[in-house]
Each structure stands twice: as structure tokens, then as C-alpha cells.
């Protein structure tokens, strides 16, 4: 069973301290109390706490001035507020200054519950999402390849496997679908490797004009061509006491895959129009999204090359093959993404990680990313809901259709209304998390507006 929440209540009238106490108290919260702001920062000083509902006005630190002491400690309990001045500036002021929800008085006793529930959920979503990154911290210090992240039994053994190759010094073939990471496994194979410290050289072989490739791989020699007017370096040779990662192997043209195999066997290569070998030191990672086995039996891929690259083959999985991969991604991804952006933070609501567990991703981690970073640019602040994410994505479709099933099978213009009013309430609801002053902006009502409607609805 899990541990009762910690409850700190602020507020200077005894009677609804007492009262809120003995309310909460029945729903299992463990409840301390504090008459005044400047009496529940020495509770936080002494104890930490889950969850706080503070009232915003009382003597000798009020509310907001609560609130901006609480975010100064550093405290990632989220705090309610509560008002008897039902005035919409003072819960835009208090959701600035960082307040989850608000409340005014008199309100119902379910009301306060239902607040708290959903800000406890909250509390468990943000310190499972901060675990993650620590998962993740401790995934890449273990294994030694950086930014691969990993839960899911499969990619945990994928990166065990890596590593050991990294040990090696062996030429490695990395396959798997587009978009699955095959450059990142081969960066974090050279940072394992002993060649760590040496150069790690990426080519396309796919984004280069075959008249220019076997120069710009081998070198060449001045007036080897016309343009050619000095020596110049290949890759190989820039590459000397490192590793060079050839991406998309399978599209190296033929004669070309020729002069490759003899570099592998010999360890030297022939500059273009030089006369002599230059020998090299070269660990080759090589890539590929296309099946090089069949390539081998159409032609268009040299067998006893196929057979030089793959003395090691590394399979990475697609991303729907290990979908429980998804939530540690996406805080892995968002850190990097907000950091792109300049913003603090940025979370994903619980609807919206629900897509992206329902979606078959064909593009991979690729897609995921495009569809985060597309979600952080749309989002208002710092939670991307289900409208920022794109309409491509398996199951938001649905989302976003509105359910009239309901509002179709009567003839009456207010009851079909209130059908409708209740999907989109409910879905207001799931898309915030339960937060009720974020889902009456997205729905343009007053906060006083979807309490009644929540209430009359039952939701």
C-alpha cells in the first residue's frame, strides 16, 4: 500500500482549520497545521510535505508571499489555494506565482477533495518523471553510451551488447529501420572504445555525388583533376587513430565498395590520381536501413565486402518494439528540447503521453522527437496537451472528433448541448491533468462557470 500523503493546511481561522482537518483527515491525509504563512515555512523547514492548501489572505505573510518563499526553498509540493474574494485577478496572480489550482470559499467538501486528488496525481506524475531522469542518469553511467535511453528489457540488452563490441576493436554493422539512433550507437561505441580519445568521423554515404566520394573518402593529389591545385586529405586519413561511421552503407556505389574493401584488408588507402599507399588506422562502424543480405543476392552489394563489415551486427529495435521505452524518452527528449528552446521545463500531460503509447511510430525516435519539439513550439507554457501534438499521430484523431453520438440520439437543442458540454469538459479534464483553471481556459469559461458545469455533470 502506498504511504498517506502529507497534508499541510495554512490558514488563520481556527474554525476552517479544524474543519478542513477533520475532512481530509477521513480521506486518509496525514494533516498538519499552520495559522499563517510565516508558521507554515517552519513546517517546511522541519518536515516535508505532499501536497499544501494555503488561504491567500492572512497576517503576517500572506498567501502570495507564501508562495514565493515556498518556490525560492525549492519545495515540489504543489499548493491550493483558497479565497473568500472570488475576484479572477487574485487566482491569475496566485497561478503565477506557481499555485497549482484555486479554490474560494464557501466551496463543497467533495470539491476540496477532488482538488487534492488531482494535485496529489500531479505531485506522483512529476517525481515519476523526475526518477526517470535519474534512471536514465544511472543507465547512461553504467553502460557508457550517452543519450540511448533504456527501460525496456529489449534495449537494455541491445546496449549491454554494444558495449561489449565497443570493447573490440573489430569492425561493427548497426541495423534497423530509419530513425532508430543507428549514428548515436556508433558515437557511443568510439566513447567506449579506446579510441575515445581520438577523432570520430561521420560520412552519408547515401548524401554524397559518386564523382566526388572516393575523393573526399581517399583524398587525392594535386592536378590529380582539374580544380585539384593541392594535396588533400581523405577522411580515412583525418579519421587516423579514431573511428569512421559510414551511414548508409547500402548506398555506396559499386566500384566504390571495391576500393573500400581493400582499405578494410590492407589498411592503407590510394589517394586519387597518387602513386603511392598511405597506411591508416581506422576502426569502420557502418550503417544501414536496407537489408544488405538481399542487396548481396540482386548484385547490387559485394558479398565478400557484406562479409568484411559484418564481423559484428548490432540490431537496433524499432521504437514500437519497445514501447515502454516511450515515458523515458520523452523526459529524456523535453530536457533536451527546452534547453534548445531556453525554457525551464516542459511536461507532457498525462492524455498526451497516452497517444504517444497508442501510436505505431514508423519514423521512431525520430518521430518522437519531431512530435515533441513540434508540441513544445504550440504549447502556451510548459505542458504540451493533446491539440499541440500532431493530427498524424494514432488515436488524436479520435480525440479531437467530438462525440456526438449522444448529442444525436435526442431532438432536443439543450439536451444535445449537454452531451456535448460534458465530452468536452471531460476532455478538458484528462488534457490538464484534472487541473480545473488550465481546462476552463482551453474551454474560454470562468473558473465559477466550470465548477457549476463539473457539478452538473457529475464529473
Known amino acids: 500500500m502506498e504511504e498517506p500523503q502529507r497534508l499541510l493546511i495554512i490558514d488563520d481561522e481556527a474554525n476552517m482549520r479544524h474543519m478542513l482537518s477533520l475532512l481530509t483527515g477521513k480521506a486518509g491525509y496525514v494533516v498538519i497545521l499552520a495559522e499563517n504563512g510565516k508558521e507554515g515555512l517552519e513546517v517546511l523547514a522541519r518536515q516535508e510535505v505532499d501536497l499544501i492548501l494555503c488561504d491567500l489572505k492572512m497576517p503576517q505573510l500572506n498567501g502570495l508571499e507564501f508562495l514565493t518563499k515556498v518556490q525560492e526553498l525549492g519545495v515540489d509540493a504543489p499548493i491550493v489555494m483558497m479565497s473568500a474574494f472570488a475576484a479572477i485577478e487574485d487566482a491569475v496572480e496566485a497561478m503565477k506565482a506557481g499555485a ?266 525520430r518521430e518522437l522527437e519531431n512530435a515533441l519539439e513540434r508540441g513544445a513550439v504550440l504549447a502556451e507554457d510548459n505542458m504540451i496537451l493533446p491539440e499541440h501534438l500532431p493530427e498524424s499521430l494514432a488515436g488524436l484523431a479520435e480525440l479531437q472528433q467530438p462525440n456526438i453520438a449522444a448529442a444525436m440520439a435526442t431532438l432536443s437543442l439543450k439536451e444535445g448541448q449537454r452531451e456535448l458540454e460534458k465530452v468536452l469538459i471531460a476532455r478538458a479534464l484528462e488534457a490538464t491533468g484534472g487541473n480545473k483553471t488550465k481546462a476552463g481556459q482551453i474551454l474560454e469559461i470562468s473558473y465559477p462557470s466550470l465548477l457549476s458545469k463539473m457539478k452538473e455533470y457529475g464529473l
Not at 288 to 312: A, C, M, Q
Open 100 to 365: 497549482y489550482d484555486f479554490i474560494t470559499k464557501p466551496f463543497k467538501a467533495d470539491e476540496v477533495l477532488l482538488v487534492l486528488e488531482r494535485a496529489g496525481e500531479h505531485l506522483k506524475l512529476r517525481r515519476e518523471n523526475t526518477l526517470l531522469r535519474r534512471r536514465i542518469d544511472d543507465l547512461e553511467g553504467s553502460y557508457g553510451l550517452e543519450g540511448l535511453v533504456a527501460k525496456s528489457s529489449v534495449m537494455l540488452g541491445f546496449i549491454k551488447t554494444a558495449v561489449k563490441a565497443a570493447r573490440y576493436d573489430t569492425t561493427v554493422l548497426v541495423t534497423g529501420e530509419s530513425g532508430t539512433g543507428k549514428e548515436l550507437v556508433a558515437r557511443g561505441i568510439h566513447r567506449e572504445s579506446g579510441r575515445a580519445g581520438k577523432p570520430f568521423l561521420a560520412v552519408n554515404c547515401g548524401g554524397m555525388p559518386e564523382s566526388l566520394l572516393e575523393s573526399e573518402l581517399f583524398g587525392y593529389v594535386k592536378g590529380a583533376f582539374t580544380g585539384a591545385d593541392k594535396n588533400r586529405n581523405g577522411i580515412f586519413q583525418e579519421a587516423d587513430g579514431g573511428t569512421l561511421f559510414l551511414d548508409e552503407i547500402g548506398e555506396l556505389p559499386f566500384d566504390a565498395q571495391v576500393k573500400l574493401l581493400r582499405v578494410l584488408q590492407e589498411r592503407e588507402v590510394r589517394p586519387v590520381g597518387g602513386a603511392r599507399t598511405i597506411p591508416v588506422d581506422v576502426r569502420v562502424l557502418a550503417a544501414t536501413s536496407r537489408d544488405l543480405e538481399e542487396e548481396v543476392k540482386t548484385g547490387r552489394f559485394r558479398e565478400d565486402l557484406f562479409y568484411r563489415l559484418n564481423v559484428i551486427r548490432l540490431h537496433v529495435p524499432p521504437l514500437r518494439e519497445r514501447l515502454e521505452d516511450i515515458p523515458s524518452l520523452c523526459v529524456h527528449l523535453l530536457g533536451r528540447i527546452a534547453d534548445k528552446f531556453g525554457k525551464e521545463r516542459l511536461e507532457l500531460a498525462p492524455a498526451s503521453l497516452k497517444i504517444l503509447l497508442r501510436h505505431h511510430w514508423p519514423g521512431n525516435v
